[in-house]
């Protein structure tokens, strides 16, 4: 678990970038559970990201900060690294799988970064080593160390002459996703569940760890699409496997294989964990545009996917909408009737 003290701080130190989101209540006839939404959607970028990218540079020193940062991202990472950058002065260097929508490509530029595609393989390797081996003719130098406390010797590397921050296992970036549940438990101090949509992990760790210190009866659940549902495979393992992964619309969330560096900090934390048809996350997509005029990513959608369908339980439950940088052709075809 992050500690209190560090989301606490987070939340101190992230003040100036990230908005204070909403916990609305999504009312559908006849819904299983008592269903809230946490509106990350409505953060300056879109999606949470912009909390533990945030933290994260802030945390690091201005030397090792001052050559420009580097992430690798499908998309919303990417702006919160590109975001932080920006407000601080330096350039940006986001990696992104091929398939990543093209509504995050163009606000990655929008707001300065540098976009370099990468088939899927060779950018999960990049978040697995931390690595860009071969680009702009460096090796990418040794695999960063993530920071865990301000002043801290143990501090990203640097990667193309730029500071490393990984999009899931760096500790302040946990730190900052994990303000989200400072937040929930906030306005709803009793939630019987929390689903998270599930990607790397970290956003599932912070929240997770912010929930569990301070309310320690209430579940966390994760939510993958079903054509990529690591997580949901290594719960049901007992460890990490490699599972079939099919690129969807859903492009935020779920993976090949849960990262081995994360699943130690994972496991203890997440009491369920669940594979949601890609069908269902349209469907969520649209009763979230129709009832309470939110705009989600496949990804944001997979939470009330999950609560709609049943699967979170009865009583009181959380839905993290993580982001709405979703393309708009895609949001068109889906507000239409299509399935993903």
Not at 8 to 29: D, F, K, M, N, S
Not at 108 to 135: A, C, F, M
Not at 174 to 188: R, S, V
Not at 211 to 236: F, G
Request: glycine share 12%.
């Amino acid at each position: 678990m992050i500690e209190l003290a560090e989301i606490e701080a987070a939340r101190q130190r992230i003040a100036g970038a990230a908005v204070r989101t909403p916990l609305v209540r999504l009312h559908v006839q006849d819904a299983p559970a008592e269903i809230y939404l946490k509106l990350e959607n409505l953060q300056p970028i879109s999606s949470f990201k912009i909390r533990g990218a945030t933290n994260a540079v802030l945390l690091a020193s201005a030397g090792q900060r001052a050559a420009g940062l580097v992430t690798a991202s499908a998309g919303n990472m990417a702006q919160g690294v590109a975001w932080a950058a920006r407000e601080l002065g330096l350039p940006a260097t986001i990696v992104v799988p091929e398939h990543a929508p093209e509504a995050k490509i163009t606000a990655i530029e929008r707001l300065g970064g540098k976009v370099v595609k990468l088939p899927y393989d060779d950018w999960w390797n990049v978040i697995v080593t931390s690595q860009l081996p071969g680009l702009a003719g460096g090796s990418g130098g040794s695999p960063p160390q993530a920071s865990t406390a301000e002043g801290s010797g143990d501090l990203p590397g640097a990667i193309l002459g730029g500071m490393f921050v990984h999009p899931v296992q760096d500790e302040g970036v946990m730190a900052g996703n994990g303000t989200i549940g400072l937040e929930i438990l906030e306005d709803l101090p009793d939630p019987d569940a929390v689903v998270i949509p599930y990607g790397g992990g970290g956003l599932t760790v912070g929240v997770a760890s912010a929930i569990k210190a301070l309310s320690p009866a209430t579940q966390i659940i994760t939510a993958e699409p079903a054509t990529a549902a690591a997580l949901a495979a290594a719960m049901q393992a007992g460890h990490p496997a490699d599972v079939p992964y099919q690129a969807s619309f859903v492009d935020g969330s779920g993976s090949r294989r849960v990262l081995d560096s994360m699943w130690p900090r994972v496991a203890p934390l997440v009491d369920k964990a669940l594979a949601i048809d890609v069908g269902d996350v349209a469907a969520a997509v649209r009763t979230l545009a129709e009832r309470v005029r939110v705009i989600a990513e496949g990804a944001g959608a997979l939470a009330p996917a999950a609560a709609l369908a049943g699967l979170a339980g009865r009583g009181k439950v959380v839905c993290v909408v993580s982001g709405g940088n979703i393309n708009l052709a895609k949001l068109a075809e889906i507000l239409a009737g299509a399935s993903g």
